[in-house]
């Protein structure tokens, strides 16, 4: 059974039921890019509602840059908001690189200035602050697209 895929409503309006194995009352994140890199964009999204939660850029970046900056935000959001709630990610790259390998994927230049201080604010929050917050593997071959998708494949 998948999520999005057999609906015909859009995403956001979406009434198909979740797998069991989804926690409901959580977040997914997720990137989109126009090239890689582009124009890149992150967003959040409530899982059961499919509400818009948050949502950046775009700046120029690449895919992997924008779902670790989308990971990081949803733990710094949730952690302000007092939410215990885990996050979802499709990007096995994002849950397991580190922001300093990403940040070779790009190179500084002035149309990339304002990611390199994303960059960094993403790492100085993560040295700053713990979390309890579960980071889960979205499994979309299972469970369909991500509900924070784009849609844009």
Not at 19 to 34: F, H, M, R
Not at 100 to 105: C, H, I, P, T
Not at 124 to 141: C, P
Request: proline letters at 5%.
């Amino acid at each position: 059974q998948t999520i999005l895929s057999g609906c015909s409503r859009p995403k956001e309006r979406c009434e198909c039921p979740l797998p069991s194995s989804v926690v409901e009352n959580s977040l997914a994140v997720d990137a989109a890019c126009s090239g890689n890199p582009g124009a890149m964009e992150y967003r959040g999204v409530h899982v059961a509602s499919r509400q818009e939660i948050f949502h950046f850029g775009p700046v120029y970046g690449t895919n992997n840059i924008g779902e670790f900056l989308a990971i990081v935000h949803g733990l710094a959001l949730l952690k302000q908001k007092g939410f215990d709630m885990p996050i979802y990610s499709d990007s096995v790259n994002a849950i397991m690189d580190q922001a300093e390998e990403m940040q070779n994927e790009t190179t500084s230049e002035p149309k990339t200035e304002e990611l390199f201080k994303l960059i960094e604010r993403a790492e100085k929050w993560l040295r700053e602050n713990t979390y309890t917050t579960k980071i889960l593997k979205w499994e979309t071959k299972q469970w369909g697209e991500i509900p924070a998708d784009f849609g844009r494949k």
